[in-house]
C-alpha cells in the first residue's frame, strides 16, 4: 500500500472528510478522493460513508485510522534514522499566532524551505487557540504560559510583556499602583483570562474586567492606544507605542512575570525530524535577533493567550 495513500487517509479522516482533508493537504479533491478509493479498494471495505452531515469514518475506517496513523509515524522515524542528515520531505503544518508569526517568524519559515527544497511548508496564522491534533497540525508555535494539557512543549526563547496605557487614559482615571487596585479600571483582553504579576518573588493573579475584546493582541494594542483601558501586551507588539509615547507602562512596580515561546506538538514518543529542525532554527533565530522582538531587556514577548 502507498504511503501517500496512507497519509492521504489519516487526513481525510482527521479533517471530516475529502473536500477539508484537500485544502489542508494543499491538494485537488479528486487527487484526495483517488487515493482513499485505492486504500479502499486494497482493502476491500467502505473507509468511509457520506452523511447528510457531510462524511464519517465507518467502523472499519475507525479502526483501520489507528493503524494507519501509527504506520506512516513509524515510516517517518525510520526515514530519520536511516537518513538523519538528508533533505527533508514530505510536509510540515504548523501553526503560528498572527499577532507576531508573519513578521518575527515568518522568516524562518522561508530559511526552512530554502535549505530543504524538498519539503512542503504549509503555515495557518491565526489568534486562534488550534486543536493540533483534530486539525492535523504537526506543530504550533505557542507563548506565554502554558495550560496543562498532553502536548509535549519546547521552549525556544524568552518571553516577556508589560501592563500598559496611553497618557490620555492615566490623566482621565489614574494609574493603578497595585493589582488590588485594577478592578477599578477597564481592561482590555483576549477572552476571559487572567493577568499575573510579580509581587518580589510572589506571582500575584488578577482577573480583570472589560467591555472591550479581541483575539488580537495587534488590535488591543492599538485600544490601548486609543484611551479604551489597560492592556496586557507583548513588548515586540507595544515597542513602537512605547517609542512614540502613545503608550507607557504602568504599575512598573509588579511586573509581569517572563514567559515563554514553544513549539508545541501532539504527544508521541520522538519528535519528527521537521519538527525538531524547525525548533532549532527558531531558537537560532531569536538568539540572532533580538531587537525584533523589541523589548528593552532579553528578547520576547509575552501574552495572555497567543495561538
Request: hydrophobic share 45%; proline share 7%; glycine share 8%.
Amino acid at each position: 500500500m502507498d504511503i501517500e495513500d496512507l497519509q492521504t487517509f489519516v487526513a481525510i479522516a482527521d479533517a471530516g472528510g475529502v473536500s477539508p482533508a484537500a485544502r489542508r493537504l494543499g491538494l485537488a479533491k479528486s487527487i484526495v478522493s483517488r487515493r482513499l478509493l485505492r486504500v479502499e479498494a486494497e482493502l476491500g471495505v467502505q473507509l468511509l460513508a457520506r452523511t447528510t452531515r457531510g462524511a464519517a469514518l465507518t467502523e472499519a475506517g475507525i479502526t483501520f485510522r489507528a493503524h494507519a496513523a501509527r504506520a506512516t509515524a513509524e515510516i517517518d522515524t525510520a526515514r530519520d534514522a536511516i537518513a538523519p542528515g538528508g533533505a527533508l520531505r514530505g510536509r510540515l503544518r504548523v501553526a503560528m499566532p498572527l499577532t507576531f508569526g508573519p513578521t518575527h517568524l515568518a522568516p524562518v519559515l522561508s530559511e526552512m524551505a530554502r535549505q530543504h527544497p524538498q519539503l512542503q511548508i504549509h503555515t495557518s496564522f491565526s489568534d486562534r487557540f488550534v486543536d493540533l491534533v483534530a486539525e492535523g497540525f504537526d506543530c504550533a508555535i505557542r507563548g506565554a504560559y502554558l495550560a496543562d494539557s498532553n502536548l509535549i512543549a519546547q521552549r525556544v526563547g524568552p518571553l516577556h510583556g508589560k501592563l500598559v496605557a496611553s497618557p490620555t487614559y492615566i490623566a482621565t482615571h489614574g494609574a493603578p499602583e497595585t493589582p488590588d487596585e485594577l478592578t477599578a479600571h477597564q481592561a482590555l483582553m483576549q477572552g476571559v483570562e487572567a493577568w499575573q504579576f510579580l509581587d518580589g518573588s510572589r506571582i500575584v493573579t488578577v482577573q480583570p474586567q472589560g467591555r472591550f475584546k479581541a483575539d488580537s493582541a495587534t488590535a488591543l494594542a492599538a485600544a490601548a492606544a486609543a484611551g479604551l483601558g489597560l492592556a496586557w501586551l507583548p513588548d515586540c507588539i507595544i515597542h513602537p507605542y512605547i517609542a512614540s509615547g502613545a503608550l507607557v507602562p504602568v504599575m512598573t512596580r509588579y511586573p509581569v512575570p517572563p514567559g515563554g515561546l514553544y513549539v508545541v506538538r501532539p504527544p508521541g514518543q520522538h519528535a519528527s525530524r521537521k519538527v525538531r529542525v524547525l525548533t532549532e532554527l527558531l531558537a537560532a533565530h531569536i538568539r540572532r535577533n533580538p531587537d525584533l522582538w523589541g523589548a528593552d531587556r532579553p528578547p520576547g514577548c509575552s501574552t495572555a493567550s497567543v495561538t
